[in-house]
């Protein structure tokens, strides 16, 4: 098989077709080929490696997603089992196959479209496939409502990929995230699809107006009416932070978030610095809106209110936060390269997702627009912290000659050093 | 195109497609964005677009010895707030409907660069005739790239055409949105505006080799 690859690559070198057909082979061996010329340092961590570690940190989200989207429907249908319990009600045979039948086919339209218009410009510029779409095909899926439209998911996925990748170069040239930028479009061009309570439980609008009508609130929903009893009587904050709650597909549960994020942490793929800031910067926002509620500057009857009292480190575990912190902002491609810039970056993206979170009057959920945002701003802020590295390495400069004396001859010796 | 010599005839042409004054000056791109979510109004502006240029740029053509140049801009300031004037009494007088939906930005074609552009660059140095052609050739030039702009915008984001109904009723659900299609609510924002612009730039260049920038 392997050999055979190879034989049909050297055949197919120049024609058209060559781009398609190397992607297929490099993903499935690694290339025959050696370097013509100079020295090259080889590694296994390649771009296409990397993106399947980040897929392999979103699997179990995946998994959970397919379970809790049977979950949802079945205790929205037949009420919530009284003492829940894991694998009597979570892990069962129906749940597993109504998510499958239910979240797979996100999953194969994302890949398909997403991988299809790759490749039809892999051919049409006549350059390699790039790896890009493998984590944002997975992503995709994870971050829409379960019942979102097949036909809608496919034109949100060629308007992301066209628009937000491949007019500015492809991978690696992109400013904005492409799979946030599929969300924002999905978001802004089919708004009933995606927000409201009907949306995030399976059939759920397709029974709506009828006798067997269910819903299913996001815990945001219900802080945003207002409603901080019922939610709580509904759900404790075990079932937050496990994330046997209502919500987009792969992002309710925080604590398989957590064991990904650690993942790509210890395998060095995602930058600790951006999730670590944006966790600080979405407490600190947490943390103003709570002692605004505390110094009473804001009536209860504020629309504000509910979602401003709750308490500042549970935004964390509730809503799509914790996803986009881990797995969104830290796309090595359109966020801040810089050590510094990385800690502003994320420190915003937290703080500005908890803003628009509470102050959204129709969608209290923000994080996808602060990320994209920030994604603007981040070449920007590494230009600042760049320019502010050399400033201060050249007033280094100047008060380093200053010291020696001119004639010694150290001067020019430690000019040099010094820069 | 016996009525016009070919160098004439290039002042109408060049601007509706090699020199267009929003795809490739990018010109004029605020209006482009704020009125076109809808092919009437899209098609009123550039009607009235074409009105302003083809006789501001005669007037402006005729009087181009007197003008001091000093004075020169607020002078052409006066001769388009005179005839943007007169577009929306027309307007109000015969089409109130309309007025109201593009509003403000009637009054704004005084600002509009294109026009401004014209007086400047063409009007103030050459002939009445010649003039008045690059007028009318610019203004069509922006009221093509308009009108197509509003045509994909109204399509997508109401599925009418002029107001018609043409994909069917969203509410009976008839047509098209009998077997689940929806309007795409996005196309109505003005941003979508500046993405249909960027694809029509997009696709021109790319057909065009010539316009293609070094890098």
Known sequence: ?419 | MALLSKKDANLILDPLADNNPITIQVLGICSALAITAELKASLVMSISVIFVMGVGNVVISLMRNLIPSKIRIIAQLIVVATLVIVVDQVLKAFAYELSKTLSVFVGLIITNCIIMGRFEAFALGNGVWRSFLDGIGNALGYGVILVMVGFFRELLGAGTLFGIPVLGDPITKTGLYAIGYENNGFMIIPPAALIVVGIIIWVQRSRNKALIEEA
């Not at chain 1, 670590?276 to 500057?297: K, P, Q, R, T, Y």
């Open chain 1, 1 to 419: 098989m392997k050999e055979k690859l190879h034989e049909l690559k050297l055949k197919y070198q120049g024609k058209k077709m060559a781009p398609a057909f190397n992607a297929i082979h490099t993903f499935l061996y690694s290339p025959n080929e050696t370097t013509h010329s100079g020295g090259h340092v080889r590694a296994v961590d390649d771009l296409k490696r990397t993106m399947n570690t980040v897929i392999i940190a979103l699997l179990p989200c995946l998994l959970f997603g397919i379970f809790n989207a049977g979950y949802q429907h079945y205790s929205a249908v037949n009420g919530f089992p009284a003492d829940f319990s894991i694998l009597e009600h979570f892990i069962t045979w129906d749940n597993f196959w109504l998510g499958a039948i239910t979240v797979l086919p996100l999953v194969v339209v994302s890949y398909g479209v997403g991988l299809a218009i790759e490749f039809v410009f892999a051919v049409i510029k006549g350059h390699e496939v790039e790896e890009g779409y493998l984590v944002t095909g997975m992503l995709v899926p994870l971050i829409i409502p379960v019942d979102t439209p097949l036909w809608m998911l496919a034109v949100a996925v060629a308007f992301g990929v066209v628009i937000g990748k491949e007019v500015f170069g492809g991978t690696g040239m992109n400013i904005l995230n492409p799979a946030l930028t599929i969300r924002a479009f999905l978001f802004f061009a089919y708004p009933t699809w995606m927000s409201g309570d009907k949306v995030w439980v399976h059939e759920g609008v397709a029974r709506a107006g009828t006798a067997d009508a269910i819903s299913g609130e996001t815990i945001l929903g219900y802080l945003a009416q207002g409603k901080s009893e019922a939610m709580y009587a509904k759900y404790d904050l075990a079932e937050m932070f496990y994330g046997f709650i209502p919500g987009s597909v792969g992002e309710t549960s925080t604590f398989l978030i957590l064991l990904g994020g650690l993942f790509l942490i210890f395998t060095k793929i995602a930058s600790w610095r951006i999730m670590l800031s944006a966790v600080i910067g979405s407490l600190a926002m947490g943390l103003i809106f709570n002692w605004v509620v505390d110094a009473g500057i804001i009536p209860e009857y504020s629309k504000f209110y509910g979602l401003m009292q709750f308490d500042f480190w549970k935004h964390l575990i509730v809503g799509g936060l914790a996803f986009g912190i881990v797995y969104m902002a830290t796309d090595p491609v359109t966020g801040s390269q810089t050590n510094k810039g990385k800690w502003i970056y994320g420190f915003f993206i937290g703080f500005i997702s908890v803003m628009i979170r509470v102050f959204n009057p129709g969608y209290p959920e923000g994080v996808f627009l602060a990320i994209l945002l920030m994604n603007v701003f981040a070449p920007t802020i590494d230009h600042y912290v760049v320019q502010g590295n050399v400033r201060r390495r050249m007033k280094r400069l100047k008060n380093a000659t200053i010291l020696p004396k001119p004639s010694d001859g150290k001067a020019e010796a430690l000019k040099v050093e010094t820069v």
